[in-house]
């Protein structure tokens, strides 16, 4: 097909009656010339108009052949297609309407899910010609410090290499807490604004001059979000300054709403890269040998092959020069703002579209249902088409034409719900989630033209898959048959219909087996008690030690707070291991740092000896040990007034539990010294946090508030969260970078939030299915009811009692859904095995009970119940079939 | 009035092709011209005219535009494209071939 031909044909379509209307006067205009010629040969007018109508033919004929030449038969052919499903869809509108609410509710609940998952792995972020973007990479060698790239190692191979037209080095990940709330922090080098080609759309980014090693600036640049989040989008927030940690920085510029710095998340702040130390005063004077992530921009004309071929032998020429032994590989992985691993974020997300597909599936099977009922019933007027000589093909295209059309009106439904699920969602988990652990950044994700494209060719797919198969059902009939008015036997589609009640009910079950489990689990977390006082308690960070002295006085003259204790390691930090040894008996045991008053503010009991005294701190030989911990060590005595020597373990107590709340908490290595230690007292075992996986501690050695690195567990008056925030504000004001406030409460919540969370996800879709499976059950027994009136008449003419047609109708459901039902319950235990096997599995069995029987048995009878109302009323609607009346009808 | 009525296929885009090799011409005026030509021997089927000229324009053989006619009033008028010369050679060729082929044939008979 040629341009030519291309644009004459769209002229033909755009413009068809301009196109017919010349095509009209080409034709008159060479009549008119022939009679023309005619009459000058010497005829009448009016016999040289005949003669010349007559030479030429019918000037219908010639133009219809013309417009055979211009090739828009097929499209003609769509718009009569189009124009006859429209038709069909405002004869059956209830249908229609059926149709493309089942698909959209499917459709829109799989595309909640494409929606998150574009963000991470299609979303690329809006910076200029972003597929020149790679992140310069070590693989991870044995030597832990091999790998790292330094500032240092940046310079050089910016000034040295030229495989980039240009490259930044950056920090990400750095958290500040910023009037008590999170600030997500990422330095970069100065020309990073340059590299990525972005300006910001207020002020000024950052330039080299403010990342100067010495005399750079304190200057920061906002992302969109982090205006939005911290500044509430203020118009005049330039020149304002943050402190962060003591240390006032200028805000400069505030970045366009689509740009993420190359993150998948993106901060809230962008400041020089110079100003590490001040950012993580654990890094102050070492900030050479921190690592860093270099990002270039490649070069035009440089392949990923050369370029990583370039960097490895510069790198192999700079390790010889100063460090043997260096990995010389050197990996150039894309940066575009997405995650790094998709294929990881496809295998998350699988099973998740799975769940989220059953609705959709099941939607389908109704659609389809529908569909092979409607077909049925239009069996006559199809039979009409076919016998006026109209071709299988046809009908079958003009069937897919109309559920073409319900899909896209399906699409767009699908796309409301999508966004009314997601903001529902957001909203929902920022009202639920404990406030003080819902510090996220939880923003809805945009859709853009791939949720788009997603939408409609899901709509098409799914529609046109389980459409084809009515229509090939409706159109395999014979037409003379049909046209006498006998519905053929061979077109009722009960095979398939069985199937799909089947296919239904099991992914109901599923879904709702899940459901049940997260509820039960929740229930029972809920109910779990971690022997500690979490209804009133809460834990204050102190991360900077120049404050501490003033942080302590205001919260000992705090009038909230009723008690308060020191303890080391925070108390969602992993704890220290010792190796006890009493002469008796020997064992590890985790170890942690308390006051005296910490047992009275968290409730533990104390069962014999005492606490520690106020005067007993750190190198006071006195320890406090469990009960058995006691019973470890001196199996038959007390405990109380033994020594025991305790000698550093390398190890952590590694956090078991899903949730790692503190996961980079440095390992605090001056806690346990050797040396010999007498118990003063023995405390009750309580079970501790369960989900944060820190249990308590073993062996409590004493310490104070004073001391460095020590945080503050208090118990407060009122509300916890009312005075969580009073004293946020309060103690803001002495160190703005103050770590986070928790209450207890929270995070002994966290578990049982995260498991009502899986549930409520796994109601509303099993809901949902439950939903679909029972309205598409009554909608085809109500419907084979009606069809089989005749011959239910007859059979209740004939001696049928009530009894026995409902038992009928039951009949026609009973197997689908009892093979349903032991498919789901059995795929369920399946999965339920399968995740008991792997390592993980091993910790959720701890907190979900995956093999709850009350939760399968509960669910089935739900379905079976369900199902049961379901059938009930078509049952009983053929019960009182009046036989002489419906036999009159024939 | 004698008529020829089956040219070999694609004989009649050839003439259409030939016939507007050095001039534009409306529809029209190319049946007569190739009618003038041959001495009357190839009357053109005024029916298949139409949809051949129009399955050139759409092959971009030849284009079209709407000219004053001679009558006064206007007309669609066709011009060969640089297209339509090249595939005129190539048919003009084939032609040829053709030509002495079945002239070798009779007179080999």
């Known amino acids: 097909m040629t341009i030519n031909d291309l644009t004459l044909r769209l002229r033909a379509l755009l413009r068809p009656d301009r196109a017919e209307q010349e095509l009209a006067e080409e034709l008159a205009f060479h009549i008119e010339r022939e009679a023309r010629k005619l009459v000058d040969e010497g005829m009448t007018p009016a016999e040289a108009r005949e003669r010349a109508q007559a030479r030429f033919g019918s000037t219908a004929l010639a133009a219809d052949r013309c417009r055979d030449e211009r090739g828009t038969v097929v499209i003609d052919s769509s718009i009569r297609d189009v124009q006859y499903a429209l038709r069909a869809v405002a004869k059956a509108p209830l249908a229609a309407l059926t149709v493309v609410v089942t698909v959209a509710i499917g459709l829109g609940v799989v595309a909640v899910l494409f929606t998150v998952l574009n963000t991470l792995i299609f979303r690329v972020d809006q910076v ?41 080095a950056t920090v990400p990940g750095i958290v500040l807490h910023v009037d008590g709330r999170r600030m997500a922090v990422t330095l970069v080098t100065g020309n990073f604004f340059q590299v990525v080609r972005v300006t910001p759309v207020l002020g000024r980014g950052l330039v080299p001059a403010d990342d100067a090693r010495s005399g750079g600036h304190a200057v920061i640049v906002l992302s969109h979000k982090g205006w939005d989040r911290h500044f509430n989008r203020d118009p005049n927030v330039l020149g304002r300054t943050v402190i962060v940690n003591g ?65 490895a032998a510069w790198d192999a020429n700079q390790s010889a020069d100063t460090l043997q032994g260096h990995s010389t590989r050197i990996d150039l992985l894309p940066r575009r703002g997405t995650v790094p691993q998709p294929l990881e974020a496809v295998a998350v997300f699988a099973p998740l579209f799975v769940a989220f597909g059953l609705i959709l599936m099941i939607g389908c099977a109704n659609v389809a249902n529908l569909l092979l009922a409607q077909g049925v019933a239009r069996q006559r007027e199809i039979g009409i088409r076919l016998s006026l000589g109209a071709s299988r093909g046809r009908i079958v295209r003009q069937l897919m034409t109309e559920s073409v059309l319900l899909a896209l009106a399906a699409a767009a439904g699908g796309y409301l719900i999508s966004r009314l699920a997601l903001e529902g969602a957001v909203h929902f988990t920022l009202r639920t989630i404990p406030v003080d652990i819902g510090d996220v950044d939880l923003t809805v994700p945009a859709a853009d033209w791939r949720v788009a494209v997603f939408l409609v060719v899901g709509a098409v797919a799914a529609t046109g898959v389980f459409a084809l198969m009515p229509a090939l059902h409706a159109t395999a009939i014979d037409p003379m048959r049909t046209l006498r008015g006998e519905v053929v036997r061979d077109a009722r589609p009960g095979r398939a219909r069985n199937a799909l009640i089947g296919v239904q009910v099991f992914a109901s079950a599923l879904l709702l087996i899940c459901a049940a489990v997260f509820l039960r689990s929740a229930i029972a977390s809920a109910r779990f008690d971690p022997g500690l006082r979490t209804a009133d308690t809460v834990l204050i960070d102190i991360n900077s030690e120049e404050t501490r002295a003033a942080m302590i006085r205001a919260v000992a003259s705090d009038a909230t707070i009723t008690a308060s204790a020191a303890v080391r390691p925070q108390l969602l930090a992993p704890l220290r291991l010792a190796f006890a040894d009493s002469g008796a008996g020997k064992t590890r045991v985790a170890c942690k740092a308390v006051s005296g008053s910490y047992f009275d503010v968290l409730d533990i009991p104390i069962v014999r000896g005492r606490t520690f005294m106020p005067s007993e701190r750190d190198h006071h030989p006195v320890a406090i040990v469990t009960e058995s911990v006691a019973r470890a060590l001196w199996p038959d005595g007390e405990g109380v007034g033994e020594s025991v020597r305790l000698e550093p373990d390398a190890g952590v107590q590694a956090p078991s539990g899903l949730l790692r709340i503190n996961p980079r908490a440095p390992a605090d290595d001056g806690l346990v010294q050797a040396r010999m230690v007498t118990v003063v007292g023995v405390v009750r075992d309580v079970p501790g946090l369960r989900f944060t996986g820190i249990k308590e501690a073993g062996v409590f050695l004493p310490t104070g508030l004073d001391v460095a690195k020590t945080s503050i567990v208090a118990r407060v008056q009122g509300e916890p969260n009312l005075a969580r925030q009073a004293l946020l504000d309060r103690l803001t004001r002495i160190d703005p970078n103050m770590g986070t406030i928790v209450t207890m409460r929270s995070v002994a919540g966290v578990e049982t939030f995260f498991l009502q969370t899986a549930f409520w996800v796994s109601v509303v879709l099993g809901g949902l299915a439950l939903l679909l499976t029972v309205s598409g059950l009554f909608g085809v027994l109500s419907y084979l009811v009606e069809q089989r009136t005749r011959e239910i008449g007859l059979r209740m003419a004939l001696g049928a009692s009530p009894r026995t047609v409902t038992r009928l109708v039951l009949g026609q459901t009973t197997w689908p859904v009892m093979a349903g039902l032991i498919a789901g319950a059995a795929l369920a235990a399946a999965l339920a095995t399968a995740v008991l096997a792997t390592p993980v599995g091993a910790l959720i069995s701890q907190i979900v009970h995956v093999m709850d029987p009350v939760a399968y048995l509960a669910s089935l009878g739900l379905i079976v119940v369900v199902c049961l109302l379901a059938a009930w009323i078509p049952a009983a609607r053929a019960a009182k079939v009046d036989p002489m009346r419906t036999l009159r009808q024939v | 009035m004698a008529r020829i009525p089956d040219l070999l296929p694609g004989t009649l885009d050839l003439l259409i092709l030939r016939t507007l090799q050095k001039d534009v011409l409306h529809g029209w005026a190319v049946s007569e011209r190739i009618q003038q030509v041959s001495q009357d021997v190839l009357q053109i089927n005024q029916g298949s005219l139409y949809p051949a000229l129009h399955r050139l324009e759409h092959q971009g053989w030849i284009g079209a535009e709407w000219k004053v006619s001679e009558l006064g009033r206007r007309a669609k008028y066709y011009r060969l494209t640089a297209a339509g010369r090249r595939q005129l050679a190539v048919e003009a060729r084939e032609w040829e071939r053709m030509a002495q082929a079945i002239g070798r044939v009779m007179k080999l008979a």
Do not use: K, N
Not at chain 1, 150 to 156: D, K, L, S, V, Y
């Open chain 1, 128 to 168: 200029p010609d972003v597929g020149a973007m790679y992140a310069v990479e070590r693989p991870p060698s044995a030597r832990a410090d091999g790998s790292l790239l330094t500032r240092p190692i940046f310079e050089a191979m910016r000034a040295d290499t030229h495989v980039f037209t240009d490259a930044y």
């Open chain 1, 247 to 311: 240390a006032p920085f200028e805000i400069i510029g505030v970045t366009a709403a689509g740009f993420r710095g190359l993150e998948v998340g993106g901060p809230d702040v962008w400041a020089p890269l110079s100003q590490l130390g001040q950012f993580r005063p654990a890094d102050r004077g070492r900030e050479d040998t921190v690592g860093v992530e270099i990002v270039g921009r490649l070069g035009p004309h440089v392949s990923t092959d050369s370029a990583r071929a370039q960097l």
